[in-house]
């Protein structure tokens, strides 16, 4: 069974810092996404990564994809408050599988 | 505006009352997909929909039923409601191929 796992899955750090969320999943999958939710809100899509060795940059954040190691990350860099929200990152195969997602505070 | 209904947005029932929550997409998508978010365990895939008349079961489909009668249109129907189907659920849709989904606003579902 598919199963995708999130690291961490609380995250508080401080403005300017740089910091990677993990994303594993445990069977072969070349489609890998990332969103974000803000509390009370729907998600938003942020990546679709679709190939080996995709990257991805929007802003601050920066996705990978690792299809043979079976891992994504989702690079925080100079973290800014706005950037606090939920990250989930999701992997099709047939059906869409989430992590259960990495809460991200970014403190002043 | 491109945007993915969905009705209603909170809706407080009691365990074996038939009940459906309508989606609606204005994108001409093809793909439409229903989800439950639960704290602590992200989204689970409850149906998808490919096209019209095409539809699949997800993760989580027990308890649930579909219908696509239309493109625009993906309502989910709990027949016999559960109190461990109260959850926020969320119908998203995508053009086949994309893979890019436009998440609705989420419907607060309650059964006591």
């Known amino acids: 069974e598919l199963k995708v796992e999130q690291n961490p899955l609380f995250l508080s750090m401080q403005e300017g810092k740089n910091y990677t969320i993990y994303c594993n999943y445990s069977?072969?999958?070349?489609?890998l996404y990332w969103y974000r939710q803000d509390p009370g809100k729907s998600l938003e899509s942020l990546f679709v990564l679709l190939s080996n060795g995709a990257v991805k940059q929007e802003g601050r954040l920066m996705a990978s994809l690792d299809t043979k190691a079976r891992l994504s990350t989702l690079h925080i860099t100079a973290a800014v408050h706005d950037l606090s929200a939920t990250y989930f990152c999701?992997?099709?195969?047939?059906?869409?599988?989430f992590g259960a997602g990495t809460r991200l505070t970014v403190k002043p | 505006e491109a945007q993915v209904t969905q009705n209603p947005r909170y809706l407080i029932t009691v365990t074996g009352k038939k009940l459906t929550v309508t989606c609606s997409q204005n994108?001409?998508?093809?793909?439409m997909s229903w989800y439950r978010q639960d704290p602590g365990l992200g989204l689970r895939q409850i149906y998808y929909s490919m096209n019209v008349e095409v539809t699949d079961k997800g993760d989580v489909p027990e308890g649930y039923k579909v219908s696509r009668k239309e493109k625009r249109n993906f309502p989910l129907i709990l027949e016999s409601p559960s109190p461990n189907q109260t959850s926020l659920y969320f119908c998203?849709?995508?053009?086949?191929?994309?893979?890019?989904?436009?998440f609705g606003p989420g419907t607060r579902l309650t059964v006591t």
């Open positions: 994108m001409n998508h093809e793909y």
């Open positions: 999701a992997v099709d195969i047939n059906d869409m599988r």
């Open positions: 998203a849709s995508s053009f086949w191929g994309s893979y890019e989904q436009y």
């Open positions: 069977t072969t999958s070349d489609r």
